[in-house]
């Protein structure tokens, strides 16, 4: 399928301690080059991000933005040290009997002392965390993807609209091309006509002189194989595989065969059909490096 270089994806995901954001976004690349920025705490997994984006992308050079929110209790915990509370209580009733002192501990004053309630930094779940930051990313990722898919069927419309253009071009150059010939013929017939006189033509001369201008001339070749590449290329763009490449490919035979028509041009038609084959395929060229 035609997928575009060019996209945008967003994904989030989240539990009751923590929510990943992912965004993603991507311009033209000849190779897959990927630019990942993510808070430090996630580091650890910037390897499986990659693996997993390799795994499901060709090419592009493709920013990838992760952050990520924490609940208050993801961070923290207080933990009550019981053992202490009473060792602080048993030594309050202990002071207030050989003081002779009234007990007036109350709950809120135990809690006060040092140590009987610890704030303490929670150890961080990291398969946990992993599970939340490739959810997040395979929800970005099937979004990136499906807006890149649908840039591509513009781009594979466009394509096919220039490739079938290009094929009337062909249609243009086959029916042309005799003509020219024919027309050769009869203007070397009609100058030795004018400078020898009607009995003296050398029909055999004719003849071969002909054959030497039509094999000079000669596009058969080149319409073949550009009628191919045309083929080709609604091939390569209606199938599954990887297309960018071989697109690439593709333009510039065809490429080399407007050229060749070029050069061969004896002809003010057929060279200004040459000239538009090579600007339509220029524009093909440039529509085909958008392409994954």
Do not use: W
Not at 162 to 180: C, T
Not at 190 to 213: F, W
Not at 230 to 255: H, P, S, W, Y
Not at 256 to 284: F, H, M, P, Q, V
């Amino acid at each position: 399928m035609a997928r575009s270089m060019t996209g945008f994806g967003r994904g989030e995901f989240e539990d009751s301690t923590h929510k990943i954001i992912v965004e993603m976004k991507s311009v033209n690349h000849r190779f897959l080059d990927l630019n990942i920025k993510m808070p430090r705490k996630l580091n650890a997994f910037e390897g499986d991000v990659r693996n997993y984006l390799k795994s499901r992308l060709i090419r592009g050079k493709v920013d990838i933005f992760i952050n990520i929110e924490e609940s208050a209790e993801a961070a923290i915990s207080v933990k009550y040290n019981s053992e202490i509370a009473n060792m602080y209580l048993n030594n309050l009733k202990k002071m207030s009997q050989e003081m002779e002192l009234e007990f007036d501990i109350k709950t809120s004053h135990l809690s006060r002392y040092p140590d009987v309630f610890e704030v303490e930094d929670l150890q961080e779940d990291e398969e946990n965390l992993s599970n939340i930051l490739m959810k997040a990313l395979e929800l970005a990722t099937d979004k990136f993807i499906e807006n890149r898919e649908s840039e591509g069927e513009r781009l594979k419309s466009d394509l096919i609209a220039k490739v079938e253009e290009m094929d009337s071009y062909v249609d243009i150059l086959e029916r042309r091309s005799p003509e020219i010939v024919q027309e050769y013929s009869d203007r070397l017939r009609e100058k030795i006509t004018n400078l020898m006189g009607e009995g003296n033509v050398d029909e055999n001369r004719i003849a071969s002189e002909i054959v030497i201008y039509a094999d000079k001339i000669c596009i058969d070749e080149e319409m073949v194989r550009l009628r191919s590449h045309v083929n080709e290329t609604k091939k390569v763009l209606e199938g599954n595989d990887e297309v960018g490449r071989k697109l690439d490919f593709i333009a510039q035979e065809m490429n080399r065969e407007s050229n060749t028509i070029l050069s061969k041009s004896t002809d003010i038609e057929i060279a200004n059909i040459g000239i538009e084959l090579k600007t339509l395929i220029e524009k093909i060229r440039e529509q085909i490096q958008n392409l994954e």
